[in-house]
């Protein structure tokens, strides 16, 4: 007899619907995987076969084969093993196999039938919901994350046994549903703890009101790594859907915090330098997300941006543009969100210190090459660049008052220049400023008629690119925003030139 039972495939960030078929017929005694199995799925021969028999089933000594399809699907992880064991029971007449319908299952075996967590779940629930499966069966280990998808009955078991009773007697906790009790937007601190630096902290604000790309330049020790890791603090709350999609990519990733619940923290992440393309970009044999991916609706933190190999930093270009990310895998592409705000950080020359010239050593050419390390087409991704001049320590040390606003105020402003950025974006494939390209820009930005002038004013002066003209028409923009005003108008454009990349200053 034929028996099927369904799973779930998950690739990037989706997962897609696995039928596990199982017949037992007459020949040699075995059972047989085929469908175009990954290593460790063709090994759940045996972990299946010990863990029915260390769970008191008896399997008659007959041919059992097993197909997973669509067979043109790679299949890879250990989450098959439940299906795979549950298939067979089926097929064995051990369970009736009717009552099996409407369900999934995920799980992986260990030889003495325990059913262990695996990665992945939450995609693999939301699918199943998709799918029209009324019922989940999946570890009890990711019960709490199998849960955040309403409209589905999710059971967590914790060994095979315990799963076959569910259609015997009653095996398996059914999940209470989650409630979504908001975001949260505790970070390591607060922006009234940053002592001075106020054009940096302005800087900030701009760069999440419109999400533009951020640059640091100053002296070790002004507080660079300080403000990044702030960011976080001052975005927008988290919706309810950012947290999912968050939430799907930690679960791929195997990195949910211990308790399975959500995501509610928009991420920090801050890969060394010296991390690698797999590192930053996701990969491995069973693609994970990487760096760009983990930071999703956050930030990623580039410190030391100079120190980081051209070729590690290239695969940035993709997901900037993008907001998502290809990992080239062995039969076709995998594609994980990468929708990140990009803040780096660099010392102004080798030693830190310059212009400072009692302190400072670098030569001009020293310099130079410093600055030229960092990738262009990365640079040219950046709208705004603040500089952090050294702090005095008796600033440092001026007591605890407030420095400025606290992040929740700022937190504030943000939010209403966003919510100017939809109203303004409604029907079009922009949701911020930042990504508005040229054309765009000058059709839907209206600029009243002393901004235009100085814009172009400054443009002819300096010489300045076209993409420069562009980003300091953009960071003019949301700065506007953030003041409340439908036009753009002098002073922002003043204000934003303050911000500008040097680089685009120096072109004559
Ligand atoms: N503006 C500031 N206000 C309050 N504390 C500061 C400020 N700047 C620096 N500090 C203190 O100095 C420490 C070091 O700052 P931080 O690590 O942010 O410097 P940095 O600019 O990242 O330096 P580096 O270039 O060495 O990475 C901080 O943890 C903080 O305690
Ligand atoms: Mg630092």
């Known amino acids: 007899m034929i028996c099927s039972v369904y799973s779930f495939a998950v690739s990037g960030i989706e997962a897609s619907v696995i039928r596990v078929e199982a017949d037992v017929s007459g020949g040699l005694p075995g059972i047989d995987l085929v469908g175009y199995l990954a290593g460790e799925v063709r090994e759940a021969r045996e972990r299946v076969r010990v863990a029915m028999k260390n769970s008191g089933f008896f399997i008659p000594a007959?041919?059992?084969?097993?197909?997973?399809?669509?067979?043109?699907?790679?299949?890879?992880?250990?989450?098959?093993?439940?299906?795979?064991?549950?298939?067979?029971?089926?097929?064995?007449?051990?369970?009736?196999?009717?009552?099996?319908?409407?369900?999934?299952?995920?799980?992986?075996?260990?030889?003495?039938?325990?059913?262990?967590?695996?990665?992945?779940?939450?995609?693999?629930?939301?699918?199943?919901?998709?799918?029209?499966?009324?019922?989940?069966?999946?570890?009890?280990?990711?019960?709490?994350?199998?849960?955040?998808?309403?409209?589905?009955?999710?059971?967590?078991?914790?060994?095979?046994?315990?799963?076959?009773?569910?259609?015997?007697?009653?095996?398996?906790?059914?999940?209470?549903?989650?409630?979504?009790?908001?975001?949260?937007?505790?970070?390591?601190?607060?922006?009234?703890?940053?002592?001075?630096?106020?054009?940096?902290?302005?800087?900030?604000?701009?760069?999440?009101?419109?999400?533009?790309?951020?640059?640091?330049?100053?002296?070790?020790?002004?507080?660079?790594?300080?403000?990044?890791?702030?960011?976080?603090?001052?975005?927008?709350?988290?919706?309810?859907?950012?947290?999912?999609?968050?939430?799907?990519?930690?679960?791929?990733?195997?990195?949910?915090?211990?308790?399975?619940g959500m995501m509610r923290k928009r991420p920090f992440r801050s890969p060394h330098h010296t991390a690698t393309v797999p590192a930053l970009a996701g990969g491995g044999r069973m693609p994970i997300p990487g760096e760009v991916s983990l930071a999703s609706f956050g930030v990623l933190f580039l410190d030391e941006f100079p120190e980081f190999r051209r070729g590690s930093i290239e695969v940035l270009r993709q997901p900037l543009e993008e907001k998502r990310i290809h990992v080239a895998r062995l039969n076709g592409n995998v594609e994980f969100p990468a929708k990140f705000m990009l803040v780096a950080a660099m010392n102004p020359c080798p030693c830190g210190y310059y212009p400072d010239r009692n302190r400072c050593t670098c030569t001009p050419d020293m310099i130079k090459r410093y600055k030229g390390r960092i990738s262009r087409p990365i640079l040219d991704r950046i709208d705004l660049c603040a500089t952090m001049p050294g702090i005095p320590v008796q600033e440092l040390s001026a007591g605890d008052a407030p420095s400025g606003d606290t992040s929740e105020g700022i937190r504030r402003r943000v939010e209403c220049a966003i919510s100017v950025q939809r109203e303004r974006y409604k029907g079009t494939p922009y949701r911020y400023n930042s990504e508005v390209p040229g054309e765009a820009a000058d059709r839907l930005f209206a600029l009243d008629r002393e901004a235009s002038v100085l814009l172009a004013h400054y443009a002819e002066e300096t010489g300045c690119s076209a993409r420069g003209y562009y980003r300091l028409k953009r960071v003019a923009r949301t700065i506007a925003d953030l003041d409340g005003s439908t036009k753009v108008g002098n002073r922002h454009v003043t204000e934003a030139i303050g911000f500008r990349m040097e680089e685009d200053a120096n072109v004559s």
Not at 69 to 98: F, H, N, Q, W
Not at 228 to 246: D, V, Y
Request: glycine share 14%.
């Open 62 to 260: 007959k041919r059992i084969t097993v197909n997973l399809s669509p067979a043109d699907e790679r299949k890879g992880g250990t989450g098959y093993d439940l299906p795979i064991a549950m298939g067979i029971l089926c097929a064995c007449d051990i369970i009736p196999a009717v009552l099996t319908d409407g369900y999934g299952f995920v799980g992986e075996l260990g030889l003495d039938g325990r059913v262990r967590g695996v990665t992945g779940i939450l995609s693999c629930v939301y699918e199943a919901k998709q799918r029209g499966f009324h019922s989940i069966i999946i570890p009890s280990a990711n019960l709490e994350e199998g849960a955040l998808v309403e409209g589905i009955r999710v059971y967590g078991v914790s060994s095979l046994a315990e799963a076959a009773r569910h259609f015997t007697d009653t095996g398996g906790t059914l999940a209470e549903p989650v409630q979504w009790n908001g975001a949260d937007t505790e970070t390591v601190g607060d922006f009234a703890q940053i002592r001075g630096q106020f054009l940096a902290k302005r800087a900030a604000e701009i760069a999440v009101a419109g999400m533009h790309n951020l640059l640091l330049t100053g002296p070790p020790g002004s507080g660079k790594t300080m403000l990044a890791s702030r960011i976080p603090g001052i975005m927008p709350k988290l919706t309810f859907e950012e947290s999912l999609e968050l939430t799907k990519v930690y679960s791929v990733a195997g990195l949910l915090p211990a308790d399975g």
